[in-house]
C-alpha cells in the first residue's frame, strides 16, 4: 500500500484525525493507496496556512516576474516526472497510460505561459474626462483560491486552476476528488523543489460532502474554481454565494457531435469514436449524442458499429489498450443503471449495453462500448450526462433540425460538426450554444485556448488569456492632480 500524507503549510501531515481512506486501482478493483482523511479542522489549518503565505513578504513581495520564474520551474519539473506521474494517476482512476502520459507531457505548457503572463498583468491609465484627475487601474490577485477537481484528469485540471492562481499571486487550497488524490499529493511535493514559500500551495485529501463546506464557505476562502458535477457544482455555487465570493464553474456536458451527408465519413467515424470512447467516455467533453443525417444514417452506423467492435479492452497502464476500466464502483452502478433506463425509454441497444466480460478486463469495473439507435432527443439518455462509454444515435433531417437537437439540452459544454460546407463550418459555430465548437476534429484543446461552458455547463474560462482575468480583481486608484478640494457637498 503507498502511504499518502497532505500538504499544509509546507509540511507533509496526516490529518488531525488520524484517519485515512483506501484509494482503489478501478483496474484490480483493489485499494492500492492509503490518503488522510480530511476534517474540516484540517481544511482550517491549511486556509490558515494560505492566508499567512497570501500575507507573508516571501510571497507578496516576491516580483511578478520571479513568480514566473518559479511557475517556470514547476514546469520543468513536471517534464522530468511526466512518465511517473502519469502511472500515478492510472493506477489511480484507471485512465489509459497512452492519454495520461500524453496529457503529462503537455502539462508544463500550462506552467509555461501563465509563467509568461505573470508580469504582464499591466492595469491601464484611464484617459479620464475629469479635469484635475488622473485615474489609473491596478490588477490584484484575489486572496486564497481553492481548487476542486474531480476524478476524471486530477493533474490537468488541477493546473488549469493553480498556475493562472499562482501567476497572479493567489494563493491555493486544493482538494482533489476523493476518488483520486494520489496524484495531486505526489503533484505537490514539485512546488516546494521549485522553491514556492510554505503555505503557497496546500493539498487537502477527503471526501466533498465531509469537508467541501467548511473549505467553500471558509471565511479566508476568496474565489472558488470548481471542476465537477452540476448538482455538486449548484451546492458550492450556492455555499459561495453565502459570502458573496467569486466562482468559476466547469461542468457536466451532454455534447453532440454532428454528423453531415458531405462529411468525410472515415474522419466522421474516427472523431465520433474519440468523442465517447477515449477516455471510456469520463471526460466533460464525450460526445455523447451523435447526430447524424438521415440520409447516411444507414452506413454511418454499420461502419461505427464494425469500428467500435475493434477496441481493445484491458489494463489501462498496457499501451495497447483502448478503452479502460470506469474509475469508480458507484460510477460503473450509475452507468449500468442508465443502460437499462435507456432500454426501458425505447433505444434500442445494437452493441456492448452491459459490463465487459473480457478475460483481459480481470476484476476491474468494465463497461462495453455501447450504443443505442432510435434515441429521441427527449430522453434521459439523451438529456442526461451518463460519463461512460455509452452513445445515443439521434438522426436529423437539416441544419435547422440539427441545430434544435444540438442546443436542446440544459448543457453548453462542447460540440463536434462534420462538413466539408466551409459556409456550414461558420454558421454551426455561431449557431450552437456551447463554449467550444469543434470542426472536422473533436477533443483539441490546448493552454493558449479558453475552455469552459454555456448554460448548465458553467461558467468562467480556464486556459488562455481569460483564464488568468478568473483570477484577479481590478482596483481603481484616483489622485486629484489640481491642489485644489471643490465643494464636498457635490460629487465629483
Ligand atoms: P463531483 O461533482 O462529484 O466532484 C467534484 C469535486 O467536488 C470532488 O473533489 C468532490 O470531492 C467535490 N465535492 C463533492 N461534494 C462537495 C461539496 N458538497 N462541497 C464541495 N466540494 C464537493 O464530480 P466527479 O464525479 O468527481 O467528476 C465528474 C464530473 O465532473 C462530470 O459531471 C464531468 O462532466 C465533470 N467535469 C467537468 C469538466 C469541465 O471542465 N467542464 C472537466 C472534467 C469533469
Given at each position: 500500500?503507498r502511504?499518502c500524507?497532505?500538504?499544509?503549510g509546507g509540511?507533509?501531515?496526516?490529518?488531525r484525525?488520524?484517519q485515512?481512506?483506501?484509494?482503489?486501482?478501478?483496474?484490480?478493483?483493489?485499494?492500492?493507496?492509503?490518503v488522510?482523511?480530511a476534517?474540516?479542522?484540517?481544511?482550517?489549518?491549511?486556509?490558515?496556512?494560505?492566508?499567512?503565505?497570501f500575507?507573508?513578504?516571501?510571497?507578496?513581495?516576491?516580483?511578478?516576474?520571479?513568480?514566473?520564474?518559479?511557475?517556470?520551474?514547476?514546469?520543468?519539473?513536471?517534464?522530468?516526472?511526466?512518465?511517473g506521474?502519469?502511472?500515478?494517476?492510472?493506477?489511480?482512476?484507471g485512465?489509459?497510460?497512452?492519454?495520461?502520459?500524453?496529457?503529462?507531457?503537455?502539462?508544463?505548457?500550462?506552467?509555461?505561459y501563465?509563467?509568461?503572463?505573470?508580469?504582464?498583468?499591466?492595469?491601464?491609465?484611464?484617459?479620464?474626462?475629469?479635469?484635475?484627475m488622473?485615474?489609473?487601474?491596478?490588477?490584484?490577485?484575489?486572496?486564497?483560491?481553492?481548487a476542486?477537481?474531480?476524478?476524471?484528469?486530477?493533474?490537468?485540471?488541477?493546473?488549469?486552476?493553480?498556475?493562472?492562481?499562482?501567476a497572479?499571486?493567489n494563493?491555493?487550497v486544493?482538494?482533489?476528488?476523493?476518488?483520486?488524490s494520489?496524484?495531486?499529493?505526489?503533484?505537490?511535493?514539485?512546488f516546494?523543489?521549485?522553491?514556492?514559500?510554505?503555505?503557497?500551495?496546500?493539498?487537502?485529501?477527503?471526501?466533498?460532502n465531509?469537508?467541501?463546506?467548511?473549505?467553500?464557505?471558509?471565511?479566508?476562502?476568496?474565489?472558488v474554481?470548481?471542476?465537477?458535477g452540476?448538482?455538486?457544482?449548484q451546492?458550492?455555487?450556492?455555499?459561495?454565494?453565502?459570502?458573496?465570493?467569486?466562482?468559476?464553474?466547469?461542468?457536466?456536458?451532454?455534447s453532440?457531435?454532428?454528423?453531415?451527408?458531405?462529411?468525410?465519413?472515415?474522419?466522421?467515424?474516427?472523431?465520433?469514436?474519440s468523442?465517447?470512447?477515449?477516455?471510456?467516455?469520463?471526460?466533460?467533453?464525450?460526445?455523447?449524442?451523435a447526430?447524424i443525417?438521415?440520409?447516411?444514417?444507414?452506413?454511418?452506423?454499420?461502419?461505427?458499429?464494425?469500428?467500435?467492435?475493434?477496441?481493445?479492452?484491458?489494463?489501462?497502464?498496457?499501451?495497447?489498450?483502448q478503452?479502460?476500466?470506469?474509475?469508480?464502483?458507484?460510477?460503473?452502478?450509475?452507468?449500468l443503471?442508465?443502460?437499462?433506463?435507456?432500454?426501458?425509454?425505447?433505444?434500442?441497444?445494437?452493441?456492448g449495453?452491459?459490463?465487459?466480460?473480457?478475460?483481459?478486463c480481470?476484476?476491474?469495473?468494465?463497461?462495453?462500448?455501447?450504443?443505442?439507435?432510435?434515441?429521441?432527443?427527449?430522453?434521459?439518455?439523451?438529456?442526461?450526462?451518463?460519463?461512460?462509454?455509452?452513445?445515443?444515435?439521434?438522426p436529423?433531417?437539416?441544419d435547422?433540425?440539427?441545430?434544435?437537437?444540438?442546443?436542446?439540452?440544459?448543457?453548453?459544454?462542447?460540440a463536434?460538426?462534420?462538413?466539408?460546407?466551409?459556409?456550414?463550418?461558420?454558421?454551426?459555430?455561431?449557431?450552437?450554444?456551447?463554449?467550444?465548437?469543434?470542426?472536422?476534429?473533436?477533443?483539441?484543446?490546448?493552454?493558449?485556448?479558453?475552455?469552459?461552458?454555456?448554460?448548465?455547463?458553467?461558467?468562467?474560462?480556464?486556459?488562455?488569456?481569460?483564464a488568468?482575468?478568473?483570477?484577479?480583481?481590478?482596483?481603481?486608484?484616483?489622485?486629484?492632480?489640481?491642489?485644489?478640494?471643490?465643494?464636498?457637498?457635490?460629487?465629483?
Amino acid at each position: 500500500m503507498r502511504i499518502c500524507r497532505m500538504l499544509i503549510g509546507g509540511e507533509w501531515v496526516d490529518s488531525r484525525s488520524g484517519q485515512t481512506f483506501e484509494s482503489f486501482n478501478p483496474f484490480t478493483g483493489k485499494p492500492w493507496a492509503l490518503v488522510p482523511r480530511a476534517t474540516p479542522e484540517d481544511v482550517g489549518a491549511a486556509v490558515a496556512a494560505a492566508r499567512a503565505a497570501f500575507e507573508d513578504s516571501s510571497w507578496r513581495e516576491l516580483s511578478a516576474t520571479d513568480r514566473g520564474v518559479l511557475l517556470g520551474r514547476v514546469a520543468d519539473l513536471i517534464a522530468e516526472r511526466a512518465d511517473g506521474l502519469a502511472e500515478l494517476e492510472t493506477r489511480d482512476n484507471g485512465k489509459l497510460i497512452t492519454e495520461m502520459g500524453a496529457q503529462l507531457r503537455y502539462l508544463p505548457q500550462w506552467f509555461r505561459y501563465y509563467a509568461g503572463l505573470a508580469d504582464k498583468l499591466e492595469g491601464r491609465v484611464i484617459p479620464i474626462d475629469r479635469p484635475g484627475m488622473f485615474n489609473f487601474t491596478i490588477e490584484e490577485p484575489l486572496g486564497v483560491v481553492a481548487a476542486l477537481t474531480p476524478w476524471n484528469s486530477p493533474l490537468m485540471l488541477g493546473t488549469w486552476k493553480l498556475a493562472p492562481a499562482l501567476a497572479a499571486g493567489n494563493t491555493c487550497v486544493w482538494k482533489p476528488s476523493e476518488h483520486a488524490s494520489v496524484s495531486a499529493l505526489e503533484f505537490g511535493k514539485l512546488f516546494a523543489e521549485a522553491g514556492f514559500p510554505p503555505g503557497v500551495v496546500n493539498i487537502v485529501s477527503g471526501f466533498g460532502n465531509e469537508i467541501g463546506d467548511a473549505l467553500v464557505g471558509h471565511k479566508d476562502i476568496a474565489k472558488v474554481a470548481f471542476t465537477g458535477g452540476d448538482a455538486t457544482g449548484q451546492r458550492v455555487y450556492e455555499t459561495a454565494a453565502k459570502q458573496i465570493k467569486p466562482v468559476t464553474m466547469e461542468l457536466g456536458g451532454k455534447s453532440a457531435n454532428i454528423v453531415f451527408e458531405d462529411a468525410d465519413l472515415d474522419n466522421a467515424l474516427k472523431g465520433v469514436v474519440s468523442g465517447i470512447f477515449a477516455a471510456t467516455g469520463q471526460t466533460c467533453v464525450a460526445g455523447s449524442r451523435a447526430l447524424i443525417q438521415r440520409s447516411i444514417l444507414d452506413e454511418f452506423v454499420a461502419r461505427f458499429v464494425e469500428l467500435a467492435k475493434t477496441a481493445r479492452m484491458g489494463d489501462p497502464l498496457d499501451p495497447n489498450t483502448q478503452i479502460g476500466p470506469i474509475t469508480t464502483r458507484p460510477q460503473f452502478a450509475k452507468i449500468l443503471d442508465y443502460l437499462e433506463i435507456a432500454r426501458n425509454e425505447g433505444a434500442k441497444c445494437v452493441l456492448g449495453g452491459g459490463p465487459s466480460e473480457r478475460p483481459e478486463c480481470g476484476d476491474g469495473w468494465f463497461i462495453e462500448p455501447t450504443i443505442f439507435v432510435d434515441v429521441e432527443p427527449g430522453m434521459r439518455i439523451a438529456q442526461e450526462e451518463v460519463f461512460g462509454p455509452v452513445l445515443g444515435i439521434i438522426p436529423f433531417e437539416d441544419d435547422d433540425e440539427a441545430v434544435e437537437i444540438a442546443n436542446g439540452t440544459v448543457y453548453g459544454l462542447a460540440a463536434g460538426v462534420w462538413t466539408a460546407d466551409i459556409g456550414r463550418c461558420l454558421t454551426m459555430a455561431r449557431r450552437l450554444e456551447v463554449g467550444t465548437v469543434w470542426i472536422n476534429t473533436y477533443r483539441a484543446s490546448s493552454y493558449m485556448s479558453p475552455f469552459g461552458g454555456y448554460k448548465r455547463s458553467g461558467f468562467g474560462r480556464e486556459s488562455g488569456l481569460s483564464a488568468i482575468r478568473e483570477y484577479v480583481q481590478e482596483k481603481s486608484v484616483w489622485i486629484d492632480t489640481s491642489g485644489e478640494t471643490p465643494n464636498p457637498f457635490i460629487q465629483r
